[in-house]
């Protein structure tokens, strides 16, 4: 199985900062990547798919790249709303995986 | 707007049974690959079991082989999740979940807590 990582683990910021985060993947997944952000308490919700494909209705100061095994997300003005965690995901190969994810507090 | 809603959760003991469904509406369901994903308390997403839109191909993460069965109904547009000799480490929230033709799982249900517990 593919194993994918994220970092950091944990991050604060406040309201209007670049922040990036980055998966990296144990092997070439192309650009097989998707991001998740899940809000406590609710469920994930699909961001980005094929590592820079916003999905419809996200805001876009969301943005993906990457690609083979190097992959970032990165949010260009960070607002209170997007404190979550964020979870990348490799579906180049069965089985899909997830990565261990990213909490991001907005100070 | 696709709708998944899981039932059939609860607190049930060490070698115990349980069964989840997911009921969906809103999008023809035996065109979509569904997934059953777990998180555990304060932990991260897990995929469970994936099964083909035909129900004739199904993938179990290895923690669960041999444990748990993942079938559908596509006349009801149901997704079960039958799990057999339950230990404390599946305790967490059950999401079932759409995948694309690609892979990603892109709508989620609200999902259905499972404790093991004595």
């Known amino acids: 199985d593919i194993q994918l990582t994220q970092s950091p683990s944990f991050l604060s910021a406040s309201v209007g900062d670049r922040v990036t985060i980055t998966c990296r993947a144990s092997?070439?997944?192309?650009?097989?990547l998707a991001w998740y952000q899940q809000k406590p308490g609710k469920v994930p919700q699909l961001l980005i798919y094929?590592?820079?494909t916003l999905r419809s209705g996200v805001p876009s100061r969301f943005a993906g790249s990457g690609s083979g095994t190097e992959f970032t997300l990165t949010i260009s003005s960070l607002q209170p709303e997007d404190s979550a965690a964020y979870y990348c995901?490799?579906?180049?190969?069965?089985?899909?995986?997830f990565g261990p994810g990213t909490k991001v507090d907005v100070k | 707007e696709v709708h998944l809603v899981e039932s059939g959760g609860g607190l049930v003991q060490p070698g115990g049974s349980l069964r989840l469904s997911c009921e969906a509406s809103?999008?023809?369901?035996?065109?979509?690959?569904m997934s059953w994903v777990r998180q555990a308390p304060g932990k991260g997403l897990e995929l469970v079991a994936n099964?083909?839109?035909?129900?004739?191909?199904?993938y179990y993460v290895d923690s669960v082989k041999g444990r748990f069965t993942i079938s559908r109904d596509n006349a009801r547009n149901s997704l079960y999740l039958q799990m057999n000799s339950l230990r404390a480490e599946d305790t967490a929230v059950y999401f079932c979940?759409?995948?694309?033709?690609?892979?990603?799982?892109?709508?989620w249900g609200q999902g259905t807590l499972v404790t093991v517990s004595s």
């Open positions: 809103e999008f023809t369901f035996s065109d979509y690959w």
């Open positions: 995901q490799q579906v180049n190969s069965f089985p899909p995986t």
């Open positions: 094929a590592a820079s």
């Open positions: 092997r070439g997944i192309s650009n097989y």
């Open positions: 979940s759409r995948m694309q033709r690609d892979g990603y799982n892109d709508y």
């Open positions: 099964i083909r839109h035909d129900g004739n191909e199904k």
